[in-house]
């Protein structure tokens, strides 16, 4: 499971990111996936986070109540019609948390337990994982934390990206060293709002990763970024070992997802991605 960085002299591990937890296992971005994936042997818990109307930062994927498994709090189904009106950033965490994201499990992944459960705290999140760390003594972990932002969705669906930023910075400042911590974004402009805090001294020195899905080369996404991201994060089929190698040469760290074959695991790391983020941490862990 050791690797010796290419860049490096100082071995690292492979990067085993469990994504929204382990969603092919428990419901997405909840305090049971984080701590299962955690008895998995993930090296970093990956996870998705919004606003609320009062400012909390929420671990969600979509900005609403995604139809494929959310319970409304007087027991009924969310309906596909009216998800997208459900908009966390228009209402308060106390009503968001009256929502149960896990009884009707998710039908894309049917190995996943049903439990009843709800949309957590960023705080939450990380001072449960860290009581259990503590509880089972297991290794530090990082946190993948991705800002779910897009230019057409500020001041509707989140903040603007210096606001957005500012909330979450102000959660993980106070409870993780930055060395355990990888803010992530589509958004561009959510990873140079970091950047500008850090060279501020304002924000934490954390790891920035680019994520991405277009099918631009890497050159010309980095172009776009205007500085070095420490990881590069594509869909894992935009790679190919050519473009891992080039991004190697430009000390970038190379972390695809979401990698849920073994398959593809295997041949990802033969050709050299430093760790893969993937709902099925049990699938990747001997590898
Ligand atoms: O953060 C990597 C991966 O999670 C990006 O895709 O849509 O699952 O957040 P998504
Ligand atoms: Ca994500």
């Known amino acids: 499971m050791i690797a010796t960085a290419f860049f490096s002299s100082t071995p690292v591990p492979f990067d085993i990111e469990g994504h929204r937890g382990c969603r092919g296992l428990m419901p997405e971005n909840t305090i049971p996936a984080f701590l299962k994936a955690l008895d998995l042997g993930v090296t970093t818990l990956e996870m998705d986070v919004v606003i609320s109307k009062d400012r909390q930062v929420v671990v969600s994927h979509e900005p609403y109540f995604n139809a494929a498994f959310s319970i409304k709090p007087n027991g009924t189904p969310v309906d596909k019609k009216e998800q997208k009106d459900l908009v966390l950033y228009q209402m308060n965490y106390a009503d968001i948390k009256q929502y149960d994201t896990g009884s009707n499990g998710n039908p894309t992944y049917p190995e996943q337990q049903k439990l009843k459960t709800y949309k ?4 939450e999140v990380i ?8 509880a089972k003594n ?7 934390i991705e800002l779910k932002s897009e230019p057409s969705g500020y001041n509707k669906s989140q903040p603007e990206p210096a606001l957005f930023c500012d909330l979450v910075q102000e959660i993980i400042a106070k409870r993780l060293p930055p060395e355990r911590v ?8 959510v990873l140079k709002q970091w950047k500008k805090g850090v060279q501020a001294g304002k924000y934490p020195d954390v790891r920035l990763s680019a994520l991405v899905e277009n099918l631009r080369s890497p ?3 980095l172009e776009e970024l205007g500085f070095k991201p420490d990881i590069y994060s594509p869909y894992f089929k935009l ?20 990698v849920n ?5 295997v041949r ?9 983020i993937t709902d099925y941490p049990n699938r990747a862990v001997g590898l």
């Open 239 to 258: 790679l190919s070992q050519d473009k891992i190698a080039r991004l190697h040469e430009k000390n970038i760290r190379v972390i695809p997802w979401t």
């Open 261 to 265: 074959q073994q398959d593809d695991m």
């Open 268 to 276: 990802l790391k033969k050709w050299g991605v430093d760790g893969l």
């Open 138 to 144: 297991l290794p530090a972990f990082s946190y993948n």
């Open 127 to 134: 001072e449960q994982a860290e009581t259990y760390r503590k």
């Open 120 to 123: 957590p705290l960023l705080s």
């Open 219 to 221: 050159e010309k996404n």
């Open 182 to 189: 990888v803010i992530q974004s589509f958004d561009f402009a």
